[in-house]
C-alpha cells in the first residue's frame, strides 16, 4: 500500500513554536519572502487569469533576485503547481499558521 504523505503545509497549523521555526530555518527564502510572494500573487491573479504556470512567482522572485529553483520545487512539494495552486494550496495553510 503506497503511504500518502501529507504535505508538509498541511501541519503547520498543528506545529508548535519550536517546530514552527524550525519549519521556518529550512525554507528556501525567508518567511517574508514568502509573505511577498504571496502578496503578490493575489494581486496579480485579481487582474489577470492564471495560465497554470508559475510565471508571476517566478516574475517575483527574480525582481527580488531569490532562488527560484528552490523555491519554485518547495512550492510545488507542496501542491503549489502553478500561481493559482499557490494561492489555493498554500496560503490558507499559512496564514492560518502565522497570522493567528
Ligand atoms: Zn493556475
Known amino acids: 500500500m503506497p503511504i ?12 508548535s513554536g519550536e517546530e514552527l521555526n524550525q519549519f521556518l530555518g529550512a525554507l528556501p527564502a525567508h518567511q517574508y519572502d514568502f509573505e511577498d510572494l504571496f502578496d503578490y500573487l493575489e494581486d496579480k491573479l485579481e487582474r489577470e487569469p492564471c495560465n497554470h504556470s508559475l510565471r508571476f512567482s517566478m516574475q517575483f522572485m527574480m525582481e527580488n533576485r531569490l532562488n527560484f529553483a528552490k523555491m519554485s520545487a518547495w512550492l ?7 500561481d493559482c495552486k499557490v494561492l489555493e ?7 492560518k499558521a502565522f497570522e493567528s
Open 4 to 15: 500518502v504523505r501529507k504535505r508538509q503545509i498541511e501541519i503547520l497549523a498543528q506545529l
Open 76 to 82: 510545488q512539494e507542496n501542491g503549489g503547481f502553478c
Open 89 to 95: 494550496q498554500i496560503v490558507p495553510y499559512w496564514r
